[in-house]
Each structure stands twice: as C-alpha cells, then as structure tokens.
C-alpha cells in the first residue's frame, strides 16, 4: 500500500496538471470522472445517457490520489445539507453538465486535489 499512502501525500494541482497527469498512470493512482459516468445506471437521465459523447473527454478526466478518491466517491454517497439533506449524487442527477462539473471540482478542492 506505499504508493496508495504516499499519494495521498501530494500537494494539491492545477486542473492542467491533473488533466495531464492522465496520459502517465502511476501506481498509487486512479482516474476520476470530474462529472460522474452513471454507466451502470438504467435511468433515462443518467449521465451516461445524457451526456455519452463528453464524459471520456479531457476536460472530465484527472489522475487523483487512490485515497482521496475513495473519499471523494464516499462524499458523493454521503447525505449533505448543503444539497437539501440528499447525497450530492442524488442531488446532481438530472443537473446540467456546468452545475455537475463545478461540484465536481468543488470536490477536488475539498479533499485537497485540485488547487
């Protein structure tokens, strides 16, 4: 678990570099959807439906610390009052693609990714 734990030692990034930082996978790391994919959803509003073409894209792919992503996806999961008592998940769903990717960037911020 070394390279789980020294990642989760890295200072925050510029969106730039955590975009770019995608092109070069390193141990210790995952790829995060800044607007979530929903691809196991049947809704007819999932993102992945609504959004198919965009959701591979640079602008939505950053390479984040393993465990700040485990954070970040229990964040989402979480009941939060900011979003009316929902989960930021249930909160987001149906929300345009701006609305969706400013909470996620509000996310990397929060858990100290994104600069």
């Known amino acids: 678990y070394f390279p789980e734990i020294q990642s989760y030692l890295d200072r925050p990034k510029s969106l730039e570099e955590l975009q770019r930082a995608v092109d070069d996978p390193q141990t210790g790391y995952q790829i995060h959807h800044i607007v979530e994919t929903q691809y196991n959803s049947g809704r007819a509003d999932s993102n992945a439906t609504r959004f ?6 640079r602008d939505n792919l950053v390479r ?10 229990s964040w989402y999961s979480a009941r939060n009052d900011l979003y009316r008592g929902l989960t930021p998940r249930a909160y987001l769903r149906g929300k345009s693609w701006g609305e969706q990717y400013d909470i996620g960037l509000k996310a990397l911020r929060q858990f100290g990714v994104l600069k």
Do not use: D, N, T
């Not at 198919?52 to 894209?57: H, S, Y």
């Not at 984040?64 to 996806?73: E, T």
């Open 64 to 73: 984040v610390p393993y465990w700040k992503h485990v954070q970040i996806s």
């Open 52 to 57: 198919a073409g965009r959701l591979e894209g």
